[in-house]
């Protein structure tokens, strides 16, 4: 492998941080389908080895531990920096290294960018939105996000990243691509991370009471793993001048409500839908515009609801 030492013939050395996480591992794997060297940096802080197990055997994977709030010397010729605690269970225990995560961390991987001169992807999220009040949400919307409550340390570390990116793209002229990610769910997400999909799947497998937080009136919109990977990698294929922010998500949006009752249809079995308190700035709406997406990269989500809930319970099954 030439991570640290010379490019061994023509295949892109590739760094995923976060690789050993939900969205990350799917990524490698995709990226070793390709044909690319692949070097996975985690700190398992909310990843896991399990995500990755499968790929420890493929010759062109490598696995670090490593914190990307410290720096790291590497050769590479491309960064996807996923490494970022992405739900608000794991987020929220450990708040101010969830901004040291978001902030340090892209500084030491946008410095590694400059230094070897790699094209940088940057996992960035609707959450830069806030609860927003305009409806779908556009690229150009500014957002609003409270900066001092407890979905802060995500939101405002990640508003903070971006500005980092377009800063050294600005003065440094770094070639930067910047997705906004929408709610994405399917295998390996964690089990008990807290996310919605996820929580209604584990208890109604389990035949618990399905939790419904606030009345569900409030909309998501979910994406299958499989359509954001393929648009992640889209991105970082496309022209240099497109540097985002771009959204990636699926734009079919539904309530909670409609969410529980669809994982109960699919999983069966007696779980009774419960209602438990709204957490603290929970947006009541949410919901990608991706025309950009569409034009510049000719991407759309093709995985309909149903079909990607079905994926996604077959794995929790068999956990
Ligand atoms: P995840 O928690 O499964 O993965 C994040 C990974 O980053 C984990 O493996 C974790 O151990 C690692 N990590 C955290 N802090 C680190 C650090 N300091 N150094 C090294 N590694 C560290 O979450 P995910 O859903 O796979 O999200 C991946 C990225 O996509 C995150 O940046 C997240 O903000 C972004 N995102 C995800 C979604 C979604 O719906 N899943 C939506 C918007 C944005
Ligand atoms: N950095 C790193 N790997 C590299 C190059 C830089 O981790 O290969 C880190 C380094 O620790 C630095 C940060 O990235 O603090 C930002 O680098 P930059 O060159 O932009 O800034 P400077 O080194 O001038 O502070
Ligand atoms: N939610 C819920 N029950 C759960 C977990 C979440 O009703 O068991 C709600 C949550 O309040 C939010 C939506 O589902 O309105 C999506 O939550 P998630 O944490 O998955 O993502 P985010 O809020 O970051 O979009």
């Known amino acids: ?74 050769e590479i010729d491309e960064i996807y920096n996923l490494a970022c605690p992405a739900s608000p269970v794991h987020y929220q225990r450990d708040p101010v290294q969830t901004t040291k995560t978001s902030v340090h961390g892209s500084i030491n991987m946008l410095g590694l960018a400059k230094r070897t001169g790699a094209r940088i992807f940057q996992a960035s999220t609707s959450e830069i939105y806030g609860d927003p009040e305009v409806h779908p949400q556009t690229e150009d919307y500014w957002g609003r996000v409270n900066p001092i409550g407890v979905r802060s340390c995500y939101d405002e570390g990640k508003r903070c990243a971006e500005t980092l990116f377009f800063d050294y793209n600005r003065q440094h002229g770094l070639e930067i691509k910047v997705a906004r990610i929408f709610n994405t769910y399917g295998p390996r997400m964690h089990p008990n991370d807290g996310r919605v999909v996820s929580n209604f799947i584990v208890q109604a497998l389990q035949g618990k009471d399905i939790t419904i937080y606030g009345d569900g009136l409030q909309t998501r919109s979910f994406c299958y793993v499989d359509d954001l990977i393929e648009g992640i990698v889209r991105l970082m294929a496309s022209p240099a001048d497109l540097t985002g922010p771009i959204n990636l998500g699926n734009p079919s949006e539904f309530t909670i409500r409609e969410l529980a009752e669809a994982v109960l249809e699919l999983v069966g079995g007696g779980s009774k839908l419960i209602y438990r308190p709204l957490p603290h700035d929970d947006p009541k709406q949410r919901q990608p515009d991706i025309s950009l997406a569409r034009t510049e990269l000719d991407w759309v989500p093709e995985i309909p609801l149903k079909v990607g809930l079905q994926k996604t319970i077959a794995y929790f099954r068999d956990l």
Request: contains cysteine; charged residues 20%.
């Open 1 to 74: 492998m030439g991570f640290h030492s010379m490019k061994v013939a023509n295949r892109k050395r590739i760094l995923v941080t976060g690789g050993a996480g939900f969205l990350g591992s799917h990524l490698c794997e995709r990226l070793l389908d390709e044909g690319a060297d692949v070097l996975c940096v985690d700190n398992l802080y909310s990843g896991t080895r399990d995500n990755i197990s499968h790929l420890l055997t493929n010759p062109h994977f490598e696995f670090q531990r490593h914190d990307v709030t410290f720096p790291i010397y590497l």
